[in-house]
């Protein structure tokens, strides 16, 4: 598992090995400046890392549009050409498509204001980047749910903004980079609009879950068929506390979500996470014993056999990590 930058306002990054439970510190030679809130993707054989914002400086960030590769086999680092390069931003999302990183949405201004449209395109092979189209993109909005279908980048949901409130999102959007197109995802049988909430790709179809609305949050979730194009619910389980900020992995059977932060009383941190199975559509539940302590804004990925998850924020940062085994 590669970690690397976040809110510390640091270039370092490091690898853990599940295998022998070890941590080794990356090169930090031509990595790129420190930043939170970027997008990685793994393509194999490096991770690329782009955009995010730096450390707030009297109020006031610097959008980045710049990037890097980092080679775990030689420890190295490469910067990303800056020609033709994206619009700045930050909280956005990215997904690895087999030989592209395709990066979309996110924001580049205050709390309500910033939303660019437009993605791009970035080919490691030839370290060169091309626009999306724009015709018939989803608005703008960060916050969303964002899978690679094989075909297709598929995105729901989210938040935007206008004035001076936040404007929470039903909708969502297929690129297909093969045509260079955008479709829209039907709304029929869709979820309430909402944002902060994960999305994985089972295989066949999108599963969201949770999120938040700002006056409440959600325990609901939809798988999603872009084949048929349309929307079926998830069954819902009162034990699994509606929350937001979490994140979900796929096994290759079952979505795991765990994290988060809840309204409970009990816990505004919860450490119960839930399995959920497509197939006969029910929920099971994670342990708690000796999970650790819960989080929001953690990262989180599946190893083959287990879902290893690290860092976040609670009262504070952390500096900590779990594997759980289904």
Known sequence: MLVWGGTSATSEGYRYDPASDTWTPMATTNAPSPRTNHSAVWTGSEMIIWGGRDASVGGFYNWLSDGARYNPATDTWQAITLSNIPEARAEHTAVWTGTEMLIWGGRNGGAFAGYPQAGGRYDPSTDTWRDMTLVNTPSGRTGHAAVWSGSELIIWGGRTSITSAFIYLASGGRYNPATDTWSPTSTVNALSARALLPGVWTGSEMIVWGGSDASQLFDSGARYDPVADSWLRTAQDDALLARWGHSAVWTGNDMIIWGGYTSSVSSFYPRLGGIYDPASNTWGFTT????????????????????????????????SGGMYTP
């Not at 000796?290 to 009262?315: D, E, K, Q, V, Y």
Request: zero cysteines; glycine letters at 12%.
């Open 288 to 319: 708690t014993l000796n999970a650790p302590p819960g989080r929001t804004s953690h990262s989180a990925l599946w190893t083959g056999s287990a879902m290893l998850i690290w860092g976040g924020i609670n009262s504070t940062a952390l500096d």
